[in-house]
Antibody, heavy 119, light 107 residues
């Protein structure tokens, strides 16, 4: 059974960089069949796709966040990561790491981690 | 950009049929997926590729997609079905597009 687990600081100051990791177990991020994805959900609001990375490091980002987003992959640790720069209160959200079976389905979700942007 | 529109809320009596819609331009030309999210939990896929139920999803869940509207139907709605429901489709610039979500209340 594939499991994804987010980790990282729960509190980030405005203008700083949000950094999260996602550790995958029960499956390999080196598989060419999947995109490794970040999705966020502000409190009380809907889901927003942030972007993905594939096993060779190819990335695609939401145009609205592209200038501030970097998603990377570390196959040696079976992890992928999110960095979001210059954060504001609008970036406060639950951040989910998700496995996408390429353009087929978002099939496994992490439990999500709340990141609050506040001084 | 491509938008998916859902009603903010739908109410249904226990045992009755709930229908949740998702609208978008020529949505019938795309595959639509539906996710259920209970409070404090991660979304769970309840319908794939318009009308395919993943393993473990009750038969009372069904889906359809035609024209500009996709519909998730829950027959014999139970209290445990009370949740937020999100439709999702694949885009081009924005790879994954979500609808705004519908809160299903079972009253």
């Amino acid at each position: 059974q594939v499991q994804l687990q987010e980790s990282g600081p729960g509190l980030v100051k405005p203008s700083e960089t949000l950094s999260l990791n996602c550790t995958v177990s029960g499956g390999s991020v080196s598989s060419g069949s999947y995109y490794w994805t970040w999705i966020r959900q502000p409190p009380g609001k809907g889901l927003e796709w942030i972007g993905y990375v594939d096993y060779i490091g190819f990335t695609k980002y939401n145009p609205s966040l592209k200038s501030r987003t970097t998603i990377s992959i570390d196959t040696s640790k079976n992890q992928f990561s999110l960095k979001l720069t210059s954060v504001t209160a609008a970036d406060t959200a639950v951040y989910y790491c998700v496995r996408e079976r390429k353009a087929a389905v978002l099939d496994y979700w992490g439990q999500g981690t709340l990141v609050t942007v506040s001084s | 950009s491509y938008d998916l529109t859902q009603p903010p809320s739908v109410s249904v009596s226990p045992g009755q049929t709930a229908s949740i819609t998702c609208s978008g331009d020529k949505l019938g030309d795309k595959f639509v997926y539906w996710y259920q999210q209970r409070p404090g939990q991660s979304p769970v896929l309840v319908m794939s590729q318009d009308n395919r139920r993943p393993s473990g999803i009750p038969e009372r869940f069904s889906g359809a997609n035609s024209g500009n509207t996709a519909t998730l139907t829950i027959s014999g709605t139970q209290a445990m079905d009370e949740a937020d429901y999100y439709c999702q489709a694949w885009g081009s610039n924005t790879h994954v597009i979500f609808g705004g979500g519908t809160k299903l209340s079972v009253l």
